[in-house]
Nanobody
C-alpha cells in the first residue's frame, strides 16, 4: 500500500490550497483515511479524517476552514484548505487505516506573506 501526497506549496495568508492523497489501491479498503500535520519543533497533530462511510471529523483549529473529501473512483482523498493562516505552515501527511496505519511521505505547506 502506498499513499502519495501532492498539492502543497506556498500560499499567502487568506489563500487556499488543495492537497491530494492518492492510494495505490482502492481507498474503499481503508476503514478511515486522514490528514495530519507537523510544524517545525512540534509534534504531529490530527487535522481531519474521513471514514469509508464518508463521516468526517476535523480538528477545532481548522474547523470551518478545511474540508476533507474522497473520490473513490480516483482512489484519492482531498484536503481543501481555505482561509490559510501562518500557523497552518507544516508538513502535511496522509494516512490510512487498514491492517495497520499507512503513511505518505508528506507535502510541505508554507503560508507566508
Amino acid at each position: 500500500v502506498q499513499l502519495v501526497e501532492s498539492g502543497g506549496g506556498l500560499a499567502q495568508p487568506g489563500g487556499s490550497l488543495r492537497l491530494s492523497c492518492a492510494a495505490s489501491g482502492s481507498i474503499l479498503s481503508f476503514n478511515a483515511m486522514g490528514w495530519y500535520r507537523q510544524a517545525p519543533g512540534k509534534e504531529r497533530e490530527f487535522v481531519a479524517a474521513i471514514t469509508s462511510g464518508t463521516s468526517t471529523n476535523v480538528a477545532d483549529s481548522v474547523k470551518g476552514r478545511f474540508t476533507i473529501s474522497r473520490d473513490n473512483a480516483k482512489n484519492t482523498v482531498y484536503l481543501q484548505m481555505n482561509s490559510l493562516k501562518l500557523e497552518d505552515t507544516a508538513v502535511y501527511y496522509c494516512n490510512g487505516a487498514l491492517d495497520r496505519v499507512y503513511w505518505g511521505q508528506g507535502t510541505q505547506v508554507t503560508v507566508s506573506s
